[in-house]
């Protein structure tokens, strides 16, 4: 069997390495225990977070041994990596709901039977910390000027640097410590805007228990022009079904630019890198069968074979001619509604960010109804809009809804 490592390198995620020769024999010759940290931030994992359970999905598949951990502790801090602002304080109400969704949607992609994958919660040791004991246990292995000249800190000293936020290197390196300690924990594993932290945990294991422990971080998803990956007019692209539809889900990868599929073939399915390879020198029109092929397969790895064939279908239905299918995203409109502008209904069921938007979008003539363009920003909806209740939006080139009468 091929080394977890080289598959990794291979498929285009390994970005960062503290030592890669020792990684890559230490995979080789043991079955490895590392972690992933999760802050519950919101009630759904996103795309992001679907890129580091692919990696360790990966791991697993090699023989090692995955710990996710929830951060039930850290989460009441809030991460400053990659953030220009605070991230909104959580109640700790709010911190043991996310982190119980966090779990549910996790076990699609690792198995925790058997021991096979530990799910741990860093509050379970953070929350009981001593704080006097804390600083002189690990203060004085922590360099104030160094911390400072951390990416994670050095993009918000503009706007200032909360010393809450500023504790937070601390506790994500402690944690990998306390993982040590607990279940000989010895590589941490984090998206590339994690890599000052993970350094800060390596270097305080091997300080205060003289341990050669690991760092490795993955690359972030991002698109050929560098911008964020999973954005969407509606904001994140999420995993809960209940965020982000199966359908809506499936179109954003059908949809993406031609430069990415490649990228994302390797990265967010289990497909063959021959296969890979072939699909993503596709071009011109060829290039949607590569799309089609991606879609399906990452919606079937997030939502299941089921609701992957319903997307396919609603898809290719649409797409096809053939009318439009009950997956496509529904907007419920009441009697009132149906009377109302479609740039008033369209914008507060979140088609568009705002009526600014809307008003654009229709200058340029890219909104249609039932098939026909949209030319008047001040269109009222009535009974001839709608075919059986129903009527179907056309946002742009490739984005549908349904309009359907309460």
């Not at 931030?41 to 990966?58: E, I, K, P, Q, W």
């Not at 198995?111 to 530990?118: E, H, K, Q, S, Y």
């Not at 000293?157 to 990998?176: P, R, S």
Request: a negative charge; aromatic letters at 8%.
């Amino acid at each position: 069997m091929a080394n977890v490592f080289d598959t990794l390198k291979e498929r285009g995620f390994i970005q960062q390495c503290t030592n890669e020769d020792e990684v890559r024999s230490l995979l080789e010759n043991e079955q490895v225990t590392f972690y992933i940290g999760f802050d519950p931030t919101a009630d759904s994992l996103h795309v992001g977070h679907f890129l580091g359970l692919m990696a360790m999905a990966h791991m697993q598949r090699a023989g090692h041994r995955p710990i996710c951990l929830v951060g039930g502790g850290t989460g009441t801090v809030g991460d400053p990596s990659g953030r220009t602002d605070m991230r909104k304080m959580l109640t700790d109400e709010m911190i043991e709901h996310n982190c119980n969704c966090f779990k549910k949607q996790m076990q699609r992609f690792i198995d925790f039977n058997d021991g096979r994958a530990l799910m741990v919660n860093n509050g379970d040791w953070l929350r009981a910390l001593n704080y006097i004991n804390l600083l002189r246990e690990v203060g004085p292995h922590f360099s104030v000027n160094r911390m400072l000249t951390a990416e994670c800190y050095k993009q918000r000293m503009e706007k200032g640097l909360t010393f809450l936020e500023f504790n937070y290197m601390i506790m994500q390196a402690y944690d990998f410590m306390e993982l040590n300690h607990r279940y000989g924990c010895k590589l941490e594993m984090g998206g590339d805007d994690q890599w000052s932290n993970i350094i800060a945990g390596v270097e305080l294991v091997r300080r205060k228990e003289a341990k050669p422990v690991y760092g490795l971080t993955f690359t972030l998803l991002t698109k050929s022009d560098g911008k964020k990956m999973g954005k969407t007019a509606g904001g994140a692209l999420w995993l809960d079904p209940e965020k982000t539809s199966p359908y809506e889900f499936y179109q954003y990868w059908r949809n993406v630019d031609d430069a990415d599929v490649e990228k994302c073939l390797a990265l967010l399915t289990f497909l063959p890198m021959d296969e890979v390879k072939r699909l993503g020198a596709y071009k011109d029109q060829q290039i949607n069968e590569a799309k089609t092929i991606l879609a399906y397969e990452v919606t079937k790895l997030v939502h299941g074979e089921a609701e992957a064939d319903k997307a396919k279908a609603a898809a290719e239905a649409l797409f096809g001619g053939q009318g439009a299918s009950a997956d496509i995203p529904t907007l419920e409109l009441t009697a009132a509604e149906a009377g109302s502008k479609l740039l008033d209904v369209l914008t507060q069921h979140g088609v568009f960010a705002s009526k600014g938007e809307g008003r654009r979008l229709i200058q340029q003539n890219g909104l249609s109804l039932n098939d026909e363009k949209v030319t008047d920003v001040d269109m009222v909806l009535s009974e001839e809009c709608f075919r059986e209740n129903a009527a179907l939006i056309k946002k742009g080139k490739k984005k549908y809804y349904r309009l359907v009468k309460a």
